[in-house]
DNA sequence: TGGGAAATAT
DNA sequence: GATATTTCCC
């Protein structure tokens, strides 16, 4: 066997041509499976950390009760088998247990699947390592494990979630409360706090799943004084404060007081850490403004680039410079955006929310143009597409799709998707669940929003985090499994036939099967992040790009 | 002021 | 030629 195609014609991964002796390549794929061992177990100890702090916080107190009154129930079945039947999943729905909770047990139970896997592979290994069978004269001709050791393809979870797309704080407004909305930040245990610190909410102990969190309406006695742009609605000018120092200080939250025009409802405050940022100015056209000080701080990166053109005079003429809409920028943007809703999204309110400085609201405005006109673009590409998703049928347990995503296809159709969301847990389980295996009774959707803005912030924002578990998970898989076959091309050369070796190559097939069903996870996974993405951020704005003429 | 669309700049 | 921004109009 040996003679024939020697290293090379092995296909698969051979990533690098290397000539690590069989040793090394031997523990180079021991480390890998350790590694990937490891990172199994790296996932499943943030899923469990993160489920426990959940039923620690009661939110789901009721679920390991009920858990194991089922598993018990179905004792009968494997204990994995079980976990993968989708009809216990559904069953657990019922019961009210929020989508995002189930699915992260799910992929809990995933994780440990792999962990299990990967864990017998790696004794086979080890089996293989002692067998005598393995000569050495024969290894060191191939050396087909090379690649493994720079396969640090598993990243953290940290990473993965900062990348993700963050959902959108959206900003529905629960019609009847008066919780404030600001920008979040997710915490590791189950309380989100305002970048400023300041505690937005935290899982409550109420049972019902519709309102499991409580939000923390700001502390009101802060805001009163925080005064800044004061209440927002009077701020007319863009000139805002242009003392920077208070920045960093400012208080986020600033709540304008009561809205401003549309009675009722908002209390749309705070944008996001409005530190005054630092833009270039332009020298506007022929009106300019106050008088001369713009300042023009450039602050290292974040801020963008008025890209001058005329260096010539600037304060005089009509000298505009461009205004560049950096990622940051946009990301403001966004925030500002979401924070009202997009249908209230006016260029004065997010001006205001962005708090940005030398912006102004005509940069908003068109900028606001800009952004609706995609919204529409991508909702109608989507409603195009739409029914694509649910192809792979065999992962029916793996519920991974977003939320937000396909929720409530209808409340979109007034245009700005996205941001309307506004449901709770079980209507997005419903949806997602829906569209997988068809029927499930449609719950109501929008009944209450009450509080539950914080809730579907959490509930998009757990969702996230599954999503980069998925992600993961995936990537762990495709590792391992990349490894069981490069294993097998092994095994024909070690002339063996001991039952790990046949244990090794049940494994492998049952890698490879795996392979084809994640890969196809993976697929729809990323074809729903694309198209999230399309409505959440389309595109950055010239951002990157640019360049050339 | 805000929305929308034409005009420009990149 | 396609986009991103700015202007112009209502």
Known sequence: MESNTSGESLPICIRNSC?????????????????????????????????????KNGRFAEFSAFQSDVSTVREDKQGEQMTMDSEYWKELQQ???????????????????????????????????????????????????????????????????????????????PSSQSLEYVDYEFSKNNTFFANDGHPLWEYSESESSSTPLKA???????????????????????????????LEEKRRHRSLSVNDRTSAEQLT??????????????????????????????????????????SSVDGCKAIKKRLVWTPELHDRFLKAVNAVGVNNAVPKTILYLM????????????HLQKYRNNLKKAATKRQR????????????????????????????????????????????YDN??????????????????????????????????????????????????ELSMSLEQWLPHCSSSNDWVRALKEHTSLFQQNEMQLLQIQRDFEKQQRELKNLEKWSLPGVVEQGNS
């Open 19 to 55: 000539d690590n002796s069989n040793t090394e390549d031997e523990t180079l794929l021991s480390k890998s499976v350790d590694s990937n061992i490891a990172d199994a177990a790296f996932l499943e100890d943030n899923l469990e950390k993160n489920l426990c702090t959940n039923s």
């Open 95 to 173: 019961f009210g247990f929020p989508s995002s909770f189930l699915a992260d047990t799910q992929y809990l139970q995933l994780c440990r699947h792999v962990i299990a896997e990967s864990g017998s592979i790696q004794n086979t290994l080890e089996n293989l390592e002692s067998s005598e069978k393995i000569d050495n004269t024969e290894k060191s001709e191939r050396s087909q494990f090379p690649f493994f050791s720079d396969l640090h393809l598993i990243p953290t979870l940290r990473p993965l979630r900062e990348s993700a797309i963050l959902p959108p704080p959206s900003a529905q407004r």
């Open 385 to 428: 597409e739409a029914g694509q998703f649910h192809s792979s049928a065999s992962l029916n347990e793996v519920p991974f799709q977003n939320l937000y995503c396909n929720s409530r296809e209808n409340a979109l159709s007034e245009r700005y998707p996205q941001v309307e969301v506004s449901t709770d847990d079980r209507v997005l």
């Open 216 to 246: 923390f309406p700001f502390a009101t006695s802060s805001h009163s004084s925080v005064k800044d742009n004061e209440t927002f609605p009077g701020f007319g000018n863009e000139d805002k404060q242009f003392t920077t120092g208070s």
């Open 432 to 481: 997602s669940l829906r569209s997988y295996t068809d029927q499930i009774p449609d719950s109501t959707v929008s009944g209450d929003e009450t509080g539950s803005n914080a809730m579907v912030d959490n509930v998009m924002e757990l969702d996230l985090q599954i999503q980069s578990i998925v992600h993961l998970l995936v990537t762990a898989r495709h590792r391992v499994a």
């Open 269 to 310: 405050p705070v944008g996001p850490r409005i530190p005054v940022e630092d833009i270039l100015l332009q020298s506007h056209r022929k009106s300019d403004h106050i008088g001369s000080n713009f300042t023009q701080r450039i602050d290292d990166g974040l801020y963008n680039h008025y890209t001058e053109k005329s």
């Open 355 to 366: 708090n940005v400085e030398g912006l102004t609201s005509e940069h908003v405005k068109s």
